[in-house]
Structures are given as structure tokens and as C-alpha cells.
């Protein structure tokens, strides 16, 4: 990864496809996390800010400083139709860097939702709006703006690194990353998984045992396990 720069903003980055971020948007993230090999998702404690949010599209990437939200007004100068809005910060913060303000502002952008390491506040307005976040935090704690992060540079966002133009899917199993030189790979891939579950579905709904589905039985013979009929 290269070093990440303080103050520079990047206005021409290389998205992923659009054909492809919209085969990619018709799967869950679990399917989509499992398809690319279980790789790219962020950590667990990024949740929904209101039931039933879920978003997909390329990044516009923010890095953030601590209890400072200026770089997310910098940053909806940059977004386009079918963007998402990923912001990272420099250390731990859960203060409210985004509210309802910032959504009506992104929207108008053609903003796809927002995900962040860091906390959200005006949650009913957002529900309201149904415009998808995914947060750290929910917290009323306000911030400034007084110091320079930078916008679209890689970020380390819960974990999971984020290019500028990359997929980011996300919805209430979580937030998953498709580096969008992947995104053709595994958009076939997650397709070809959800075609060999629905298969699977069928036999479970017949009765069928996840024992014999998965040929399961002879693994666990080979380890010992035994079944005893005793009174």
C-alpha cells in the first residue's frame, strides 16, 4: 500500500465498471465475501444506522482526523452517480462526523449511502430519507472543522483496505470489499455460488441431511465419531 498523504485531494480515480458494480449489487455480502475467496470484509462492528439499509457502488474514499468531519464536505465534491462514500479516520473516533445534512448534500450528488469507521447522528432523518449508512457508532457528540485529512487515497477502513474506485458492497450481514480489478471475477463467481445454493435449498426443503448434501459422513467416521443406541 503506498503511504497515505495528509491534505491532497485526488479528483480522477478509476472506477470499477458500472455493469459490473450492478451484477455485483443483486448479491448479499456473504455470498459475495465467500465467492471472492473470504477476503475483503470489514469488521463486524460497522452495523446499519437504521433497519433494512444496504448499499452498493465504487468509492470515493475520505481519510479523517479525530472529532473532524471537514474532509466529508470536501469529499461530496467529488462524488458521482453510484458512488459510495467510505471514510476512514487516523485513530479510533466514534463522535458524530454525519447527519442528515451531509446525506441531503450527497444525495444530491447521486451518492449510493456512506460507509464509516467513525459514529453518525439524525438516524430517523436518515431512515427517513432511506439513505444507507453503515457506522461504528450512533452518537449525538458533534465534531469541527479545523484539520486536513485527504480524499481519495487508499484508506484502511474497519480493517479491510479501500482503493478509490474499488466495490464496496454492504448490508445487514455486513460490509465487503471488491478490489474493481475483481469485479467481473467475482460478480461470475458469486452467480455461480448463488445457482449451486439454490440447488442445495431444493434438497434441504426434500429432507435431505446437510450430512449426506455435503458428504459429511465419511469425515467424520475417519475422526472417530460413532453412534451408540443405548437405553
Not at 30 to 36: D, G, K, S, Y
Not at 44 to 53: I, K, S, V
Not at 136 to 158: D, H, W
Not at 166 to 174: I, M, P, Q
Request: aromatic share 4%; proline share 4%.
Amino acid at each position: 500500500m503506498e503511504h497515505t498523504e495528509i491534505g491532497v485531494v485526488r479528483t480522477s480515480i478509476t472506477r470499477a465498471d458500472p455493469e459490473e458494480v450492478a451484477v455485483l449489487s443483486k448479491f448479499g455480502v456473504a455470498t459475495v465475501h465467500e465467492a471472492m475467496g473470504r477476503v475483503g470484509l470489514m469488521r463486524p462492528y460497522l452495523r446499519p444506522a437504521h433497519p433494512g439499509a444496504r448499499l452498493c457502488g465504487t468509492a470515493v474514499t475520505v481519510l479523517l482526523q479525530p472529532g473532524d468531519n471537514w474532509m466529508l464536505h470536501v469529499a461530496a465534491e467529488q462524488v458521482r452517480e453510484g458512488d459510495v462514500l467510505v471514510a476512514a479516520c487516523t485513530t479510533e473516533s466514534e463522535d458524530g462526523f454525519f447527519g442528515e445534512l451531509l446525506a441531503t448534500s450527497l444525495r444530491a450528488r447521486g451518492c449510493r449511502g456512506l460507509v464509516i469507521d467513525g459514529g453518525v447522528r439524525d438516524t430517523a432523518e436518515l431512515a427517513q430519507m432511506d439513505f444507507p449508512v453503515f457506522a461504528r457508532a450512533i452518537n449525538a457528540k458533534g465534531t469541527v472543522k479545523a484539520t486536513l485529512g485527504s480524499v481519495n487515497v487508499p484508506v484502511v477502513c474497519a480493517n479491510a483496505l479501500v482503493r478509490p474506485g474499488d466495490v464496496v458492497l454492504a448490508d445487514g450481514d455486513g460490509v465487503v470489499v471488491v478490489p474493481r480489478e475483481r469485479a467481473a471475477e467475482v460478480a461470475e463467481a458469486s452467480a455461480a455460488r448463488e445457482a449451486a445454493e439454490e440447488g442445495r435449498r431444493a434438497r434441504f426443503r426434500a429432507g435431505e441431511l446437510g450430512l449426506d448434501i455435503y458428504g459429511m459422513r465419511g469425515p467424520l467416521a475417519a475422526l472417530g465419531l460413532r453412534y451408540e443406541d443405548r437405553a
